[in-house]
Nanobody, 121 residues
Framework: QVQLVESGGGLVQAGGSLRLSCAAS????????MAWYRQVPGKQRELVAD???????NYADSVKGRFTISIDNAKNTVYLQMNSLKPEDTAVYYCNAHLEYYHRLGSYDYWGQGTQVTVSS
């Protein structure tokens, strides 16, 4: 069973930076796409950025030019570097992994437990 463990959230002033990390632990799998989502109370979870194993990236318009997603395939770890943070970036950030097992058919989605990011004005 794969587990996603997130770290790096916290409180930062507007204009500051944070770096989130998410490591997928387990065995006999390969993460094909990893992503970061965020959610605020009363709103739907939204995609922040995703990255494929080959390094292709996709960003929400609201974070383009400020956030950078990267992946370490050997460690099954995805990072989100967040710069020029704004109060509207405040949310719980969730890691997502879309993966396949070497010895099992099909693809599977896993979610992390979430990490709080709070940006003060």
């Amino acid at each position: 069973q794969v587990q996603l463990v997130e770290s790096g959230g916290g409180l930062v002033q507007a204009g500051g930076s944070l770096r989130l990390s998410c490591a997928a632990s387990g065995s006999d799998f390969r993460a094909n796409t990893m992503a970061w989502y965020r959610q605020v109370p009363g709103k739907q979870r939204e995609l922040v950025a995703d990255i494929t194993r080959s390094g292709s990236t996709n960003y929400a318009d609201s974070v383009k030019g400020r956030f950078t997603i990267s992946i370490d395939n050997a460690k099954n770890t995805v990072y989100l570097q967040m710069n020029s943070l704004k109060p509207e970036d405040t949310a719980v950030y969730y890691c997502n992994a879309h993966l396949e097992y070497y010895h099992r058919l099909g693809s599977y989605d896993y979610w992390g437990q979430g990490t709080q990011v709070t940006v003060s004005s």
